[in-house]
Structure formats: structure tokens, C-alpha cells
């Protein structure tokens, strides 16, 4: 049989050759498909999950991710690939997203720079355990910066800038020691002042990027300047040159016992204070990973380098191309599509997570505007219902505007459990000043105090917040307090409108009762409110025609009166005497 198949394929050959020579066209031998290229095991996965990171970085966003993270591994993914094009955002979320992502079972993550990953973007990136580019792609510039958001960007005492550069100087060093990079060249990201040079053992090959002090040792040379490869951190990078080979991946080894002279860190930039050095080293102590960078001052390292380029002068933030990633080992390919990350894992299906519809409704309730307009709804609301009691609908337009106040930041940590408590027992305190106890007391101040406050603690953070004494956060507090009290304002102005005129409204006197059934007055619920205001006085007799528990509906001479009573709950059919008439309420009692 095979046989037979060998001449049938030669036959048909030759059949080709004649056809060839009739029409004068070359007989060409069938050229087989390309074969695919070999999959690293450790990178090769049947199904991978695309999470996206678009835009500015928040505290939704980090929840965003950690929720798709969860449902990749539910189910099923071999691979994730988060998909990054942000400018950057708080460095709270991001350092939960990089949590989340060292953290997460599924070893085998991506970044994908597609096509800028700057700040809090670079940080994400180098917490997955590898990294390819599109073309063109931007990463880098993650220096800590304050911004309010009533004037902008601020400038940043040093002081408070090593407060927020200890975790990101942490961070930024552990990923490089746990994905093979370079922790003196990641460290040029997150601060200035990093001026780096690129050296080559002479025996093995093996590439490092040095300080000044490390170059002299590495080469017992003076360091040579002249036109470094990254010139600046506006975002464009110069130089030239062949493609350098990547650091060879290093053997595992045991764990490293408190002290170990792997985990201490080095500075990258000269001046770094005694304080920012030993946060960095405690923090990399505790999270254990190692550096396999060599010892620069042993026998079989002093003087055997030679220099290979003048990367950095210093005098800006790291921000690497394209090229210039996959040049120094960052990235490790470039892919331009889904397809090509599915060729890439040798997968058979691409998936991807992107943020859902209600995060976005969720992040727009959060934002300071948002939450400004809901807490004049919410007062408005909250005061017609109080007066009107029995209406239902402003209760409800109330519920509605305080859960969409204090849900969506209570689910990412953007408020704490003691500003819902405080909210809710000051409505519950004003509220019994109002409909229980006349005047306005101890409970009404009480009340007003706590709720302004918990309006307050919804827009200053919760327990995520990493420094409260920060400029950031004097600024979320000042901004916070000048929001809630244009709201409150604002709120008081409309109240007032509201009490002159709702009962005149068209679409509010479908919910309220008249004077009489059998009229259609356009005197409303607040005729009653007042001495001598209208037919109803004190002293006045009438009978209950619904409970007070503890406001209800009384008729007083043929009148529908809103009322509340003075002493417990009132049954229905009832007689009660008026006791006083109040701006906003009538309170009645048991005869």
C-alpha cells in the first residue's frame, strides 16, 4: 500500500512537470506549511484569560481586577494576560492589583503594553512574570506625584515623597527579583537621580546595569560619560546598537533566613536617607525574594567587566520604547493582536474579562460630583418626608439616593464602616427629633452632627488609606468637607423653596391629599402649619382615620390633616385634641 502511494505521488509529479512544459510555466515541488513554533511548557496554555486595564487606575479598577482574576481561575484559564493602556492612577489600587496578581494561583501571567503603560501601569506590569509589547509601546515614569483635585498636580515635599516611595521602591524591586529583572533598572522608574551604566562579565556574558560606585568596582575604571541611551523621561528613547542577549534565569534556591545578604536592597540613587533604605529592606525581608545579582567586590567579579553602553544620565524618570524593552530584557516579544497572543501560549481559545457595566455605573455614582448631587437629593428627600409623613415617595427617592452614596464606595474600601453607622444614626436621631420630640434639642444637633460627618468619611477613604497624615489625604478631607457643605447648601436653599411651594406642584399633588375628598384645593399640607394659618387651631377636635405610628392622617371638621402624635402610637377612629401647630409638622393627642 505504501508503496503504491509512492508511485501514485510520482506519477503525479511528473504530470506536473508535462503540464509545466505545455504552458511554459516552472514546475515547482509542493512547499509544506510552516510548522508551528515550540511553546515553552511553562508558558503553554489551553486557555487564556484577556483582563484589560484601560485608563485611569482606581480603586474600582483594582476591584475590577481582582473579580476577573477570581473568575479566570474559576474557570479554567492556563494563562492571564492583562491587557494595559492606563496613564497612570492611586497608588493604593495599585499595589492591590499587584498583590492580586502575585498572589493569584495561576503562575503563569502576562502583561501585555498595549500600547502605554505609565506609572501605576509600568508598577502592574512588572509584577507579572513576563511581559511583551505592541509596537509602538511606552512604559515607565512612575514617580509619585500628589494631585488635588481643585487645583492639579502638586508639588511634593521630600519628606512626604520617601512616605509614598517605600512601597513602590518595595514593590518595584521585589517583582524584578521574582521575574528576572534587573532591580537597578526598574528602580529609574519610580525616582530621579538613577544614572545607570550597562557592563558585560568577560567570561560569562552576563549583562548588569551599575551605579557609579558598582561601575568602578565592576570594571576598576572611572565611569565613562558621554550621550546615554536614555536620554530623558519624556518618553522617547535614543541610542542604537545590535539587540543584548537577557539575563539567564536564575536556579532556585532555599528561602532566605531574616538578614540574608540577598534580600538586603541597594539603592539605585545616590542621597537615598538611612530611613526610605531600611523601610525598603524590612518590606523585601518579609516577602522573601531573592537577588541574584553577584557580589561586585568578590575575586571573580571585581575588574572582570567591561563596559557595554551609557544607559542613564540621571536626570530623568526611565521610559523605555518598544525596542529599547525587548533591548534590556523588559519584554520578550512583541504582539500586535489576540491572535498573536494565542499563537504565542499555543492556545486554543482567547478570552476576554473587560470591566462590566455596573463597575461603570458603580465608578460614576463615586465620583465627587456624583456624590455631591446625590446628597441633595438625599436631603431634599429625607426633609420632604419628615414633613409630609404617609407620602412614601420621598422616603423612597431618600433610600435610593443614600445607598447609591454608601454602597459603592463601602464595597472598595473608598469609606469605612463609622461613617454608615454615623449617617444612619444621625437620620435615626433627627428623625425622633422631628416626629417625636418638639422643638430642636440635643437629638436634632446630635443628629446633624453625625450626619455631616458620615457624609464627610464617604468621600475621605477608608481603612485602605496607606498615610491619612499624607497631602493626598489632608486634600481628600478638605475637598470632602467643602463638598458635603455646598450640598448641604444647596440643599437648605431648595428646602425652603419646597416648603413654600410643593403643594402648588402638579406632579406632587398626585401623592398628597387635598382639604376635602370632594375638592381639589390648592391649598396643600402645609395650610395647616401655623397659628391661625387656616380653619385648623389648636385645641382643635378630630378623629384619627389612619394609626399615628407615630405620624398619620386625622379629619378636623371635614379637614385631612397630616399629623404626628405627641405621647405613643394612636389607633385609628380615634379622638385627638391639636396640642401645637409647627412649621413643618401639627402634633395632636389622645383625647
Known sequence: MARSLSQFRWLAYAMLVLVGAWTGAPAQSPVPPPLPAAVPASRAAANVAVISIHGEIDNWTAYGVDRRIKRAVADGAGAIVFDIDTPGGELGACLKICNAIKACPIGNTTAWINPNAYSAGAIIALACREIVVNDPATMGDALPIAYDPLTGIQKLPEAEREKLLGPLLSE???????????????????????????????????????????????????????????????????????????????????????????????????????????????????????????DLAAPDQAGKYRLVEYVSDGHGLVVLKSASMIRYGLAQAVVKSDDDLKARFGASSVARLNETWSEGLARFLTHPISRGVLIVIFLLALFVEMTHPGVALPGAVALC???????????????????????????????????????????????????????????????????????????????????????MATAFVLMYYTAKHLPTLPVFRRFVLSNSPAEDSTEGLLAAMGDGGGAVRIGSIGRTITPLRPSGRVEIDGRIVDVVADMGFIDADTPVRIVAIEQFRTVVEKV
Request: charged residues 15%.
Open 401 to 487: 439616593a443614600l445607598i447609591a452614596l454608601i454602597v459603592p464606595p463601602v464595597l472598595v474600601d473608598l469609606a469605612a464602616w463609622w461613617s454608615v453607622a454615623a449617617i444612619v444614626l444621625g437620620i435615626a436621631l433627627l428623625a425622633v427629633e422631628i416626629l417625636l420630640i418638639p422643638g430642636f434639642g440635643v437629638f436634632g444637633v446630635c443628629g446633624a452632627i453625625l450626619l455631616f460627618g458620615g457624609l464627610i468619611g464617604v468621600f475621605v477613604g477608608g481603612p485602605s488609606g496607606l498615610f491619612p497624615t499624607s497631602p493626598r489625604a489632608r486634600n481628600e478631607l478638605a475637598f470632602g468637607t467643602l463638598t458635603v457643605l455646598i450640598s
Open 172 to 294: 518595584v524591586v521585589d517583582s524584578a527579583r521574582r521575574n528576572n529583572q534587573d532591580e537597578m533598572l526598574v528602580q529609574g522608574f519610580v525616582r530621579r537621580g538613577v544614572e545607570l551604566w550597562l557592563v558585560e562579565h568577560t567570561t560569562t556574558g552576563r549583562r548588569l546595569f551599575v551605579t557609579e560606585s558598582q561601575y568602578q568596582l565592576a570594571t576598576g575604571e572611572e565611569p565613562v560619560r558621554s550621550t546615554p541611551y536614555i536620554p530623558s523621561a519624556t518618553g522617547a528613547t535614543g541610542g542604537g546598537g545590535q539587540p543584548l542577549p537577557t539575563r539567564p534565569v536564575p536556579s532556585s534556591s532555599a528561602s532566605p533566613t531574616p538578614g540574608d545578604p540577598s534580600t538586603v536592597y541597594v539603592p539605585a540613587a545616590p542621597g537615598t536617607s538611612p530611613v526610605l533604605a531600611r523601610e525598603v529592606n524590612a518590606t523585601l525581608e518579609i516577602k522573601g525574594a531573592r537577588s541574584d545579582r553577584p
